[in-house]
């Protein structure tokens, strides 16, 4: 059965993909994706096909990853960090039902959450939510509602697409909310560009993380009832006795 | 200044940790891990130096790599799946406040929430929540109150240790709570033994699911609101219209 493959690079370039992920771009025809993804692909993966759509594109370009494929071609569609969290997994899915002689093989790769997590030392350790804040496949009144109830279940929360330019202020809306329910000095972080140039990480009590510039680079993330900082890091403790 | 590294090694074998993960595996001197973990790498990494605690021994296992780190040896912590998401570098932080001297440098990897929905396709594609069921360092009736909250909030919720030997009804009483308001033909998922011999995907309804067959080898998906079935995968939609 021919393949399409949706493989995650990790944050930043090459170096955090796995290495199953790394096998299949080197042996692949094409690589498919957004425009800025595949541009940090092209050096590391020479003499490949490189085709992109750019940004709410997403139903063509994975039409014209099943074309190529249809063809023949094995064809690998990349998204920055995992093919699944806020990726391009799903989509290939619905589109590939109408291609039933294609299989989809995903391959996983480290998303914002995990890879901020490390940066900032270790705010994931227990139970979790991720919330993205963009509204422009998800209405705000369902995305205030998750945050709200995050906080209420006490999960540490992972923030992705905190702001962008046609949102400045959304970060500090989500933090209104959950001001309602976390104490201000609940402790929290920042990362921007994880795994690339200009690799940030900041703490921040909630009530400063309200006024905090963030970008669509930053991941955010919001520390539960036992989060600490230790010598600089965020550390989410797992409950063992020490 | 002297560091020491926690690695994620994902799931399974060495295939699914990320290049700069195994590029410090074959770089260090001591590998150092939960017996069962560490064994699949003495094939890969030959050479090295192997330590291991058993389970309970946590704190200990962390104490050995600050002391090997103290010797001015290269030393690597491994985890099963990411090093922060119920991982070992929230402890490694706590303990490592004791040997200010070494620098503790954690390295994410990819954990079964990812790996795991690659398998069964795409079941976390929107916002997300990741719960442990284990009662071991965490009281019972939390665990109960974030499973209703993650439903309530329309979370796809991906749900770790779902049954041991001495919790063999724990995900059905999860099931139950997750009842009170989920409906019972909720799509489900779950897998077992990711990247391993064995690697099994399941699809259920959560009445189904109710009465699965799961061992601490078992990841489980229960899909949000939206979530569907589509040729034997288990996909989330992002919201792109199509």
């Known amino acids: 059965m021919n393949k399409v493959y949706v493989v995650g690079m990790g944050p930043g370039d090459a170096g955090m993909m796995c290495r199953e992920a790394d096998k299949i ?56 960090g995992d093919a699944g969290v806020y990726g391009m997994s799903g989509l290939m899915l619905e589109i590939g039902a109408a291609y039933p002689e294609i299989e989809v093989k995903v391959i996983p790769g480290i998303t914002a959450a995990l890879s901020g997590g490390a940066v900032l030392g270790a705010p994931l350790t227990h139970d979790f939510a991720v ?7 998800t209405p705000w009144e369902k995305i205030e509602k998750r945050l709200e109830l995050a906080a209420e279940a006490d999960f540490s929360i992972c923030i992705y697409n905190p702001a962008s330019k046609g949102r400045p202020d959304y970060l500090q809306r989500a933090c209104d909310i959950l001001l309602r329910v976390l ?23 909630l009530k400063e ?5 963030v970008n669509m680079f930053t991941t955010v993330f ?15 403790p797992r409950g063992y006795r020490i």
Do not use: H
């Open 209 to 213: 993380l309200r006024d905090a510039e």
């Open 183 to 205: 104490p201000p000095e609940r402790i929290c972080g920042t990362v921007e560009n994880i795994g690339r140039e200009g690799e940030t990480a900041r703490l921040y009590t």
């Open 131 to 137: 919330v993205s804040l963009s509204d422009r496949l």
């Open 25 to 80: 771009l080197q042996e692949c025809d094409t690589i498919i994706g957004y425009t800025v993804y595949v541009n940090l692909l092209r050096d590391v993966y020479p003499g490949k096909e490189f085709l992109t759509t750019p940004m709410t594109q997403e139903a063509r370009r994975c039409e014209m990853a099943f074309e190529e494929a249809s063809r023949g071609k094995k064809v690998v569609m990349v998204c920055s």
């Open 222 to 236: 919001i520390g539960n009832s036992m989060t600490k900082e230790i010598g600089g890091r965020m550390v989410t």
